[in-house]
């Protein structure tokens, strides 16, 4: 019956597009004293499809992890919730339904004395208030021993919480730490999914997970691990990856992630093996959607995010191969009209930073289109874009800048494919689109949504780009070099600098970058 109804409860939210509650109730009378009461609710965002796609995933993960011994079921996705509770039936007047008459010994009916009966019942109203007080107060301890959603559960009845900003009122989306680390066979090397801390495990339904373990000497600390969560929690999109829950406990912090059997993108451009088997459809495919993602980000989401550190191994595949955008950890939100910020703190990975980011501190939505159009360069020639350890040296993005010029841009297609077929125009267009993505002027670098338009084929005019500000020989009007590596070189003369693809932190006013 709980079934039925609750699917019964998704068909009717349509309803409540039309007066504006994007919202559905159905009560069912279980019996004379219990009524069944399902609630369905969508964000005032969502379309009605996207709405109900959106419940009905909520719907299966319900009867995945469903536990009949819960009075109460709340399912919590960042756009939609779905639930049930149990509680007593009124009749017509809106009292109690009356208790059946109670027989005395001698099987005559017999009431009990009204004084009796009070004191019965505000005894048994304060002990009930008591232990209410006692669990909530447990409940609330550092520890968060409860379960996100109803996928697995420790706890007896799930309590219905909104999700706010404050990440301390994400409570439907919090983990416990016990429970992760038994997922995760006490985040045994085994489990381990390549670099960076994440470590797969498995749910008592069987569904596979990625944990993201923070160590305690991590640089991301508490902020920039509350700003992940705050901001995933929000996103919806098929191109960025999705939020679980997460935990924070003493010095841990380990974020919760849906399990993408492909890993990272950086894995299969960057190892020969898995490179060769990567062919040009796949390829123009993760860079398509990659670019869906940050117009998401940049324009069609309630927020407008600047992800500031877009890179290889932070687009994961899953298993069709399709990318998601991951680590939001140095993300910004901007105000819906503001177009550009600057800090004084630099961080990110070199090779995909912007050169305004790096020289001044500036980022924007262009800053981001500066990283795709450096992504877009590796998935084509499946080269890293290293940093140059001399100035004659040519790098990635100098060599597809020069085989520009020499209308040689074919060279620069990855020939450790395994099938040689590709569309021509396509890749030429992907080049293109890369170049004015990496200009020096922010101004001319396109936006998201005119590359959608040019690269899913439509009659797009796109301009001629300028030439790269790193491989612009010499000095700027103000007299600063406006090369990488020379850049690299100035700050180095009182401090140590690696020239890689390191990640790294810093600041404008000091000369010293210290690895993340």
């Known amino acids: 019956m709980l079934a039925e109804s609750l699917s019964a409860t998704i068909q009717s939210v349509e309803s409540g597009f039309t007066n504006g509650s994007h919202c559905a109730t159905i009560e069912t009378v279980l019996n004379s004293s ?120 420790h706890t007896s009845r799930h309590v219905a919480v909104e999700v706010v900003d404050d990440i301390s009122n994400l409570e439907s989306l919090q983990f416990n730490f016990e429970f992760i680390k038994t ?81 990272s993108l950086d894995k299969y451009l960057f190892d020969p093996v898995k490179r060769a088997s990567l062919q040009w459809e796949q390829r123009f495919r993760i860079i398509t959607g990659i670019a869906r993602g940050l117009l998401y980000l940049h324009e069609d989401s309630r927020l407008k995010i600047i992800h500031r550190d877009l890179k290889a191994s932070n687009i994961l595949l899953d298993k069709e191969m399709n990318p998601k955008i991951a680590d939001f950890g140095l993300a910004r939100l901007f105000d819906s009209d503001q177009t550009q910020d600057v800090t004084s703190i630099i961080a990110g990975t070199y090779g995909y930073m912007a050169p305004e980011y790096v020289l001044a501190g500036q980022f924007s939505v262009k800053s981001d289109v500066y990283s795709f159009g450096v992504i877009v360069f590796e998935i084509i020639s499946g080269q890293k874009n290293r940093f140059l350890y001399r100035e004659e040296d040519e790098g990635l993005l100098q060599r597809a800048w020069r085989l520009w010029n020499e209308d040689k841009t074919l060279e620069l297609v990855d020939r450790l494919m395994e099938n040689k077929r590709y569309s021509e125009e396509q890749v ?35 301009p001629s780009p300028n030439a790269p ?47 993340r």
């Not at 919590?76 to 009292?95: A, H, Q, T, V």
């Not at 004015?436 to 899913?456: G, K, V, W, Y």
């Not at 690299?488 to 404008?508: A, I, M, P, W």
């Open 34 to 153: 219990m009524t069944l009461s399902n609630f369905a609710q969508c964000s005032r965002d969502l379309e009605v499809m996207q709405c109900k796609r959106c419940l009905q995933d909520a719907y299966g993960r319900f009867t995945n992890g469903y536990n009949a011994t819960f009075l109460a079921t709340t399912i919590f996705y960042p756009s939609c919730r779905l639930g049930y509770d149990n509680k007593p039936s009124f009749i017509g007047d809106g009292s109690l339904a009356p208790p059946p008459e109670r027989s005395s010994d001698d099987g005559t009916n017999a009431s009990m004395p009204p004084t009796i009966l009070v004191i019965a019942c505000v005894a048994s109203f304060g002990l009930v208030f008591l232990i209410a007080g006692l669990w909530l107060y447990m409940w609330r301890e550092p520890e968060e021993s409860f379960e996100p959603m109803s996928i697995s559960t």
């Open 428 to 462: 030429k267009l992907c080049i293109q689109v890369g170049l004015l993505c990496i200009q020096e002027d922010t101004t001319r670098r396109p936006t998201m949504a005119s590359l959608i338009s040019a690269l899913n084929g439509r009659s797009v005019t796109l």
């Open 469 to 515: 500000h790193l491989f612009t020989i010499g000095t700027t009007s103000d007299g600063t070099s406006s090369n990488y590596a020379l850049l690299s070189k100035n700050r180095n003369r009182n401090g140590r600098l690696r020239y890689d693809d390191s990640e790294y932190s810093g600041t404008t006013d000091i000369t010293e970058l210290c690895p």
């Open 183 to 263: 997922a995760t066979s006490n985040f045994s090397w085994k489990n381990k999914l390549g670099r960076g801390g994440f470590g797969e495990g498995k749910f008592l339904s069987g569904e596979e997970f990625a944990a993201k373990r923070l160590s305690g000497n991590s640089k991301q600390g508490v902020l920039e691990f509350k700003n992940e969560v705050h901001l995933l929690a929000k996103l919806q999109h098929k191109n960025l990856v999705k939020l679980l829950g997460f935990c924070m406990f003493e010095d841990e912090k380990i974020l919760i992630f849906e399990f993408l059997s492909n890993l």
